[in-house]
């Protein structure tokens, strides 16, 4: 703004010189006139007019611009004036000045000294009329032609060069107006293209999506065709973006976006929704065959390499379909119904395509409903911790316990995990929960520990997506430091499949918990990508043998063999051994027999509540005091 000020300043400056330049000079010639004419007196008002005219020279030059301004037009108009009345009144050529010095004055002056002028000429005008008319004071009219002539030429030059100044300002002001013009609708069509196009892949957004499917069901009424939204989300992206970092990600997306641009045909509009969730309005195809052989290509346009840097990547997607209008009537119930779809494809592994119907629906309200009591649960404390003992084989005394999460509903009562943990991990909500069930686990081994169970541990589920977070080890160590329990006292059990991911991040997460004292364990081992080299990279202690293999052991001779193997296995690789799903003395002497370490599973103890479970323990204490003088338990 005070930039903006400056400027215009130096703006009225300079136009004020210009015209002071001019007006001297016609004043000049005017004095050369008077001279001529041998009217020296006039000739010394002229001279000494133009000398005060050089005071304005100097206060524009000291930015002093509105008082050179008032200075100059009040010596013109007051020279005018004197000249009008010493001469021709009202029909003398020096009348043609006022003029002038109006323009001049909206030129370089404000709005008080315009109108100031205007009326001091008015009134000079009205008052030399009516003095003339009364007989007051009678000017007389000149009869030098040439005279009056030269005089009118010379107002009428420096007029007509005022009046060009003026033209000129206007035309670079209308240049100026017009060029930043084309510069806003330049900018109004880059922020329209801003607010309606991805910026990464420069694909519509969704706020595009939203319009071009009012457009398409427009046509749809005419056409009396079926409007398809296809809702596209990349399976495992986030492995690529967390593994290789976001400018790779960035470079898979834009390369998908060109992939699924080359198979849009016709009226077909892809759009970039959000994150890695495409959009795909089909407007070309007209029945359930077409729609399918699309979404096959599309599936298979994804699924081939992509190359970034030295690494060759491999992606596969999900697609949900919904049709108009048979699925929805509007843009947001078929976007939601498609998502339904889609996640229904990656609920069966990913890499297919399925089209939206009632009873995906009732699933999806079913998982929104879930998720929003988990959300509460957490909120409410509604989770509660239940244990399972795990027994030495050997000595059959307590030596630890497996914390497994119930959820003591208010309305439904106590819900299993198999009927929300699926949900919480899809929702994301299984970092809080599994944290809460870290931290209660933690402080419950702590108790126990001073209540007596000296040699005790307790082993407690990781998700992968506890892993995968960065914060993970510090979640643990702010669990055992919370709980004051020393680190050996817990054991954190994983899938074989976590393995899979043999990651930098997922080894020296491991390796600073397993530094800490924290143990390792393989849960459900023998079920999933099982490998040697993952236990040795991984420093995992603990093997535990699937209660699919353990529970018909002593009648089943494969499951026998496997055991067996599982255990020598273990054995030769400096590991512990733990047989779940035992549920019968005649098994747990078998894996005796076998070299197991311990087991857990129905013969001892379902899983119990906490106080149950110190009932349980105190008792295992007691009994095993009584016939071990050296007690265990120490």
């Not at 244990?387 to 000595?395: E, M, R, V």
């Not at 669990?479 to 329990?485: F, H, Q, Y």
């Amino acid at each position: 703004m005070i930039k903006n000020k400056v400027l215009h300043s130096n703006i009225k400056a300079k136009r004020l010189i210009q015209i002071l330049w001019a007006v001297e000079f016609v004043l000049f010639l005017s004095s050369i006139q008077k001279i001529y004419a041998g009217e020296y007196f006039h000739t010394f008002l002229i001279t000494l007019t133009n000398i005060s005219l050089v005071l304005v020279y100097v206060l524009a030059k000291q930015q002093k611009v509105q008082f050179a301004a008032t200075f100059a037009l009040s010596i013109m108009t007051i020279f005018a004036t004197f000249f009008m009345w010493s001469h021709g009144g009202i029909y003398d050529p020096i009348l043609l000045a006022y003029p002038c010095i109006l323009i001049v004055a909206s030129m370089v002056g404000n709005k008080s000294l315009f109108i100031t002028l205007i009326v001091f000429m008015g009134l000079s005008v009205l008052l030399n009329t009516l003095s003339n008319y009364q007989g007051w004071y009678i000017n007389e009219i000149d009869t030098n032609y040439i005279d009056s002539s030269i005089t009118t030429l010379l107002i009428i030059s420096l007029v007509s060069y005022i009046s060009w100044m003026v033209y000129s300002d206007f035309h670079v002001l209308w240049n100026q107006l017009f060029d930043e013009h084309i510069q806003a609708l330049a900018s109004k069509r880059k922020i329209e293209k801003l607010i309606h196009h991805d910026i990464l892949t420069g694909l519509p957004n969704r706020m595009m999506a939203h319009s071009i499917f009012k457009k398409s069901i427009s046509k749809e009424h005419i056409k009396q065709t079926k409007v398809c939204l296809m809702f596209i989300d990349i399976d495992n992206f986030k492995q690529v973006n967390d593994g290789l970092g976001h400018k790779a990600g960035d470079e898979l997306l834009k390369e998908l976006s060109n992939r699924l641009s080359n198979e849009m045909q016709g009226e077909d509009f892809l759009c970039r929704f959000a994150g890695d969730e495409f959009v795909i309005i089909l407007q070309s195809a007209k029945d359930e065959e077409i729609i399918s052989q699309i979404a096959l290509n599309i599936i298979k346009a994804i699924r081939a390499p992509f190359r970034y840097q030295n690494n060759e990547l491999f992606c596969t997607c999900s697609i949900g379909i919904s049709v108009f209008p048979n699925d929805g009537d509007d843009f947001d119930a078929l976007i939601q119904n498609a998502d339904t779809a889609m996640y229904h494809s990656k609920s069966i592994g990913g890499n297919s395509f399925h089209f939206f119907n009632t009873y995906m629906d009732r699933q999806g309200h079913n998982y929104i409903a879930v998720v929003t009591d988990l959300r509460n649960a957490l909120k409410e404390g509604e989770f509660e911790l239940y244990f399972q003992p795990q027994i030495d084989l050997l000595t059959q005394k307590i030596i630890g316990a497996e914390a497994l999460i119930r959820w003591n509903h208010p309305k439904k009562g106590l819900i299993f995990p198999d009927s929300f943990i699926p949900q919480a991990e899809k929702s994301g909500l299984i970092v809080e929960i599994g944290e809460w069930v870290l931290q209660s686990a933690c402080t419950s081994c702590k108790s126990f520990i001073e209540l007596g169970f000296s040699e005790f541990s307790i082993a407690v589920n990781v998700s992968s997506q506890q892993l995968k977070r960065n914060n993970f080890a510090q979640t643990v160590h702010s669990a055992l430091k919370n709980s004051n329990l020393p680190a050996k006292h817990l054991e954190l059990e994983m899938t074989e499949s976590l393995l899979i991911d043999n990651s930098v991040e997922l080894k020296q997460t491991v390796t600073y918990l397993s530094d800490l004292g924290v143990s390792f364990s393989i849960d459900d081992f023998g079920t999933g990508y099982s490998n040697l080299s993952y236990l040795q990279e991984f420093e995992i202690e603990v093997l535990k043998i699937d209660r699919t293999f353990v529970k018909d052991i002593e009648h089943n001779p494969k499951n026998k063999a496997l055991v067996t193997a599982i255990i020598q296995m273990a054995k030769g690789l400096s590991l512990r051994t733990v047989a779940e799903g035992v549920e019968s003395e005649e098994v747990a002497n078998l894996l005796k027999a076998l070299q197991c370490d311990s087991g857990q599973g129905y013969h001892w103890s379902k899983v119990i509540p906490e106080k149950e479970f110190i009932n349980l323990s105190t008792s295992n204490i007691a009994s095993f005091t009584r016939n071990n003088p050296k007690s265990l338990l120490n």
